[in-house]
């Protein structure tokens, strides 16, 4: 469970970060289509311990059926693992996998055991920091992920 308190946080709202992701993914990747009312779930007060209880996370809606979004979805678990700290991730979850920053130290992806194995959506959650910044690199990484794939 998060062991945060609310100081310093804007209250029961999403936090810069996750506004600025909702905000351009859509922008960035008009081809993902899927839940197009609500490609990304971000603050949830009703789920306790991944970070929506506070506005820090994020959930990003690409499927592993579809060739295309789970490249998507692979490329945005990589992403937030080899920048984290540029971009202030705590943690990522997708399709069965995992990957987590302690203190700073970066871990290594391992199987999520998790109940929900995240096939369907990209959980990403920022640390309290970079929750309160919107970064421009993030922007970026998103539009060279984009040229990537597509």
């Given at each position: 469970?998060?062991?945060?308190?609310?100081?310093?946080?804007?209250?029961?709202?999403?936090?810069?970060?996750?506004?600025?992701?909702?905000?351009?993914?859509?922008?960035?990747?008009?081809?993902?289509?899927?839940?197009?009312?609500?490609?990304i779930g971000g603050y949830?007060?009703?789920?306790?311990?991944?970070?929506?209880?506070?506005?820090?996370?994020?959930?990003?809606?690409?499927?592993?059926?579809?060739?295309?979004?789970?490249?998507?979805?692979?490329?945005?678990?990589?992403?937030?693992?080899?920048?984290?700290?540029?971009?202030?991730?705590?943690?990522?979850?997708?399709n069965t996998m995992t990957?987590?920053?302690?203190?700073?130290?970066?871990?290594?992806?391992?199987?999520?055991?998790?109940?929900?194995?995240?096939?369907?959506?990209?959980?990403?959650?920022?640390?309290?920091?970079?929750?309160?910044?919107?970064?421009?690199?993030?922007?970026?990484?998103?539009?060279?992920?984009?040229n990537e794939i597509f």
């Amino acid at each position: 469970m998060c062991a945060l308190n609310w100081k310093g946080l804007r209250k029961k709202a999403n936090q810069p970060i996750v506004l600025q992701l909702k905000h351009f993914f859509p922008l960035i990747f008009p081809e993902i289509t899927w839940r197009s009312a609500g490609m990304i779930g971000g603050y949830n007060p009703s789920s306790i311990g991944g970070g929506h209880e506070y506005g820090l996370a994020a959930d990003i809606y690409v499927r592993v059926t579809e060739d295309n979004e789970k490249k998507v979805g692979d490329g945005l678990f990589d992403m937030f693992m080899w920048h984290a700290a540029e971009l202030g991730v705590e943690k990522v979850i997708w399709n069965t996998m995992t990957w987590e920053s302690k203190a700073n130290i970066p871990g290594v992806p391992r199987k999520f055991l998790g109940g929900d194995p995240h096939n369907d959506h990209v959980h990403v959650r920022f640390t309290r920091e970079m929750s309160q910044r919107t970064p421009p690199s993030l922007i970026f990484r998103l539009y060279a992920l984009h040229n990537e794939i597509f």
